[in-house]
């Protein structure tokens, strides 16, 4: 069964500073991969996707993504973080013939002024 | 271009109840979703309906059901509710075709039970 983890479950950054969110997933194929943001109280929002091609996503919000598949991973970065960064992150995986996504568990994160 | 709406925003029944949870999805998408989110935790996949009919299923009990209607809203029914179907729920609808183009999610429903 495919399964996503987020090794992460909290990370405090401070305003300005670099981020990365991790993300690992396990599936036989090269998967569809997503990052979606969610802040308090509020439904999934769309940060980036991956089907296939070039490898380095970019998203909305100066986000982006590197999908490696020798490492199973996709990991979310971001140069300099705001602080209306801090939500919950979440990474998921869609195969390609089922029609579901998997989760990961999150990530949230906290940002210093 | 219109989002998908859930309603209602909030809800709070007693276990043993049952409830109705309601999504209309965006325009032009022909498929729904609907996700479980525990406080703390990833949403986790129900089932999805495609063309009015259960188009995949998840690990939940048959005591969670939905319809689709054909202007492709969708409802989402639980019964004989419990206290760990507190959570938050989420509706996504997508463009079913020879691609897939990805799912947009609702602000969610939170489910109370107590």
């Known amino acids: 069964a495919q399964s996503v983890t987020q090794p992460d479950i909290h990370i405090t950054v401070s305003e300005g500073a670099s981020l990365e969110l991790r993300c690992n997933y396990s599936?036989?194929?090269?998967?569809?991969l997503f990052w979606y943001v969610q802040s308090p109280g509020q439904g999934l929002q769309l940060l980036l996707k991956?089907?296939?091609?070039?490898?380095l996503v970019q998203g909305i919000k100066g986000f982006e993504a590197e999908f490696k598949r020798s490492q199973s991973s996709f990991n979310l970065r971001k140069p300099s973080v705001h602080w209306s960064d801090a939500a919950e992150y979440f990474c998921?995986?869609?195969?390609?013939?089922?029609?579901?996504?998997?989760f990961g568990p999150g990530t949230r994160l906290s940002v210093l002024p | 271009e219109t989002g998908v709406t859930q309603s209602p925003t909030h809800l709070i029944k007693t276990r043993g109840q049952q409830v109705t949870l309601r999504c209309s999805s965006q325009?032009?998408?022909?498929?729904v979703s609907w996700y479980q989110q525990a406080l703390g935790q990833g949403p986790q996949f129900i089932f999805q309906?495609?063309?009015?009919?259960?188009?995949g299923r998840g690990n939940f009990p048959p005591r969670f059901s939905g319809l689709q209607f054909p202007n492709y809203s969708s409802e989402l029914n639980v019964n004989a509710l419990e206290l760990d179907d507190s959570a938050l729920y989420l509706c996504?609808?997508?463009?079913?075709?020879?691609?897939?183009?990805?799912?947009?999610f609702g602000s969610g429903t939170r489910l109370t039970v107590v």
């Open positions: 998921a995986v869609k195969d390609n013939y089922g029609q579901n996504f998997v």
């Open positions: 991956y089907f296939s091609g070039d490898t």
């Open positions: 325009s032009g998408h022909n498929t």
């Open positions: 599936y036989g194929a090269t998967p569809y």
């Open positions: 309906y495609y063309r009015e009919e259960e188009n």
């Open positions: 996504a609808s997508s463009l079913v075709d020879d691609r897939f183009y990805g799912y947009t």
